[in-house]
């Protein structure tokens, strides 16, 4: 109000007023479908890849070695170089998938990996004691014990894939795509779309994590209730 200046900054009400313009049109949900779509799928592989890489290197001492470093350069190094050097690597419509890939792994596997190693020994000595196949052990003890800092790992990382997604769109530029869209924004100095298109990312962001803290904190309490 005391700037009285859209081009700076534009009132919650035009950014509103956008939103309400921007939902009616077919291009819009286009893009955050497309949007949504590439982050999942970047999501679901870093947190499968996390899993496994998880219970490898905490398992073996020689891969925990082998691997750990991977952790360190991909928490240090600036997700602008990875999406750079991806755009030489891959076609840009799938840098998004690539980069939430490798932001979200890491997380995954240092938390789920934290948690394998702190298994109550009680509870492995039992597993032993009974004879438990790999497979039981797996998620009768390891599951049990990891799905804390495993849901914990889940949702924190999602805020990350949306926003280095995004970031990722900004520079890749796919068509049909929430940052392309912000980066129009930009280009046209259209602060209300800019601010528009950011608010549909935090909202969607915020969305997705308290669903999927439902969901596992629901899967937890039944399993603790089971147990």
Known sequence: MIINKEILIASPLQVFERIFLLVRTAPFWKSVFLSFLRISCGYLLGVLGGVVMAFLTS????LKELFEPIIRTARSVPVASFIILALVWIKKTYVPVFIVFLIVMPVIWQNVAEAVRNTDK?????AKVYKFGFFKKLRAVYFHSALTSFAAGAVTSLGLAWKSGV???????PVSSVGYNLYRAKINIETA???AWTLVVVILSVALEKLISKILLKRGNGKNDKH
């Not at 009680?122 to 039992?126: A, D, G, N, S, V």
């Not at 970031?167 to 530029?173: F, G, Q, T």
Request: aromatic share 10%; charged share 15%; glycine share 0%.
């Open 167 to 173: 970031a990722a769109e900004v520079i890749a530029m």
């Open 59 to 62: 398992t073996s001492l020689i």
């Open 193 to 195: 779309d800019l601010f």
């Open 122 to 126: 009680y509870l492995l000595e039992t």
